[in-house]
């Protein structure tokens, strides 16, 4: 496989990993390609023009037919618009497949945890704290199954991944709340003054 200026730049842009981990759009991957030509990224001094769409549509193409990344059809909702959802493909390096799943398995349970934790901030008054307990039981063996495949001393690259399982196993350990009792349809039922008739 030749590798391009183009073909260098993409694949430097599928291996980012910032906020959002990959797998990675094609407009995600052209806005990536935008602003690290625009905010003169340094790893990006070969860029001297933003891509078109179909260039970068082409170079990954050309990639994924020689084995370099995979692509993954994902329905997604419409982000914004009411618009109706589509199919997208996400594209992330071969050699990365592993790596990127374990990152967003961690990421996700990490966010759940921390969530039924310390709930959500909003407005000053925290929401959607805890879970029910046979649910925080199956999060704790989901934890300790990803601390043993996260462990330094069997694979290398996933520090970032075990320090969040320990983090979690100790938010599990310190006690989850129970969820928010919720109302029932009794309570809210508007209360009528009947007369009583003798």
Not at 15 to 28: I, Q, V
Not at 29 to 51: D, G, V
Not at 137 to 144: G, N, R, T
Request: aromatic share 8%; glycine share 6%; hydrophobic share 35%.
């Amino acid at each position: 496989m030749k590798i391009t200026i183009n073909r260098k730049l993409t694949l430097l842009a599928l291996a980012e990993t910032g906020d959002d981990l990959p797998p990675y759009s094609a407009s995600s991957i052209a806005y990536m390609l935008s602003n690290a030509f625009n905010y003169k990224w340094p790893r990006y001094e070969e860029l001297k023009s933003i891509p078109s769409k179909q260039q970068i549509h082409r170079t990954l193409r050309d990639l994924w037919r020689d084995g370099a990344i995979v692509g993954t059809r994902i329905k997604e909702d419409a982000s914004y618009g009411g618009g109706l959802p589509c199919w997208v493909i996400r594209y992330q390096l071969s050699s990365k497949i592993e790596y990127n799943f374990m990152a967003a398995t961690c990421n996700a349970l990490h966010r759940k945890i921390d969530k039924a934790k310390h709930g959500v901030n909003f407005f000053g008054c925290v929401i959607d704290m805890g879970l029910p307990p046979d649910e925080v039981a199956a999060l704790s063996i989901e934890v300790k199954r990803l601390l043993q495949k996260t462990h330094p001393d069997k694979v290398q690259g996933f520090g970032e991944q075990f320090k969040q399982m320990i983090q979690c196993r100790d938010w599990i350990k310190s006690g989850i709340p129970l969820p928010a009792p919720t109302h029932s349809t009794e309570q809210h039922q508007p209360k009528t003054n009947r007369l009583k008739n003798d």
